[in-house]
């Protein structure tokens, strides 16, 4: 008889398995989200599919360091995996990214501290968006095309408001595994690269939609058809106004997950290239 002991997602998992830390990126375009979900197509679904394949007859758990929506892409998400197994991590990345479909790929593998939780032990997620202030023939499923000139200085000083604790009820779809609506913004950075707007927001944590709508919002106060006052009143009170701005999953990124003692200093820069018209007429 297997012995079983639970583990902090409440799940109860074989006492002797393994645990490896994953790195992984993926282009999210086709996929329903990160979880997996009934007739739908998954990132997650995916990996356990190319788990068991490989771990015939064994037992396979898969935990991500938290959801992406549908057609958002990461670039490095990070997850766990349970099996029974004698496999070296290398051996378990090779094999795994034989099984993979190209749009997803294991960075690396490391094994993991039995203890390790790539949900719970998670201390900040960090996500980029990409406007393209232009129409793009090659960046179109990773941007978010603004036909509208925008005015990125006031976009940048409006994002200001967001940082530091807040309740971010008016930015998120309802949940039903999230308790609380609030979220600890640590830090906005803001770029423009050539014709794109670059905007990373690091959070503790983030609710269904809230980046996007978090994106959408700063895009109207770019256009001029939303004040600092209208996101201050989001901020402070419940507000269906926010949903209509939902910015599109295509330029979302999940960019890192950070753990305890880990540092984030790496500088702002789009994940395409799309260089500003005049560079190009020059």
Known sequence: MVRLKPDRSGILLPHNMARFKLY??????????????????????????????????????????????????????????????????????????????????????????PKFHARYDAKNRIYLYQISKRRTAFGKPFVW????????????????????????????????????????????????????????IIGSHFLWKQVRRMVGVLAEIGR???TPDDLKYFLEHKSPTPAKYTAPPSGLFLEKVLYTEEKFQAALQSTIIIPSMKSVLQ
Request: glycine share 6%; with cysteine.
């Open 145 to 200: 095309w603004i036909k509208d000139k925008l005015n990125f200085e006031k976009m940048i000083k409006a994002s200001r408001l967001f940082i530091g604790m807040h309740n971010f009820v008016s930015f998120a779809d309802k949940d039903d595994e999230e308790k609380s609506t609030k979220v600890l913004i640590e830090d906005i950075q803001m770029k423009e690269d050539g014709d794109l707007i670059l905007i990373r």
């Open 24 to 113: 992984i990126e993926y282009e999210g375009t086709r996929y329903s989200g990160w979880q997996m979900q009934k007739n739908s197509k998954s990132v997650q679904g995916k990996l356990y599919d190319a788990a068991k394949s490989i771990f015939k007859g064994e037992h396979v758990e898969i935990y991500g360091s938290g959801r992406t929506d549908a057609g958002v892409h990461a670039i490095c998400q990070v997850a766990h995996l349970d099996v029974k197994t004698v496999l070296a991590p290398e051996i378990i990345w090779m094999k795994m990214n034989d099984e993979l479909p190209a749009d997803i790929n294991i960075i690396e593998a490391e094994k993991a501290n």
């Open 224 to 226: 001029g058809k939303l």
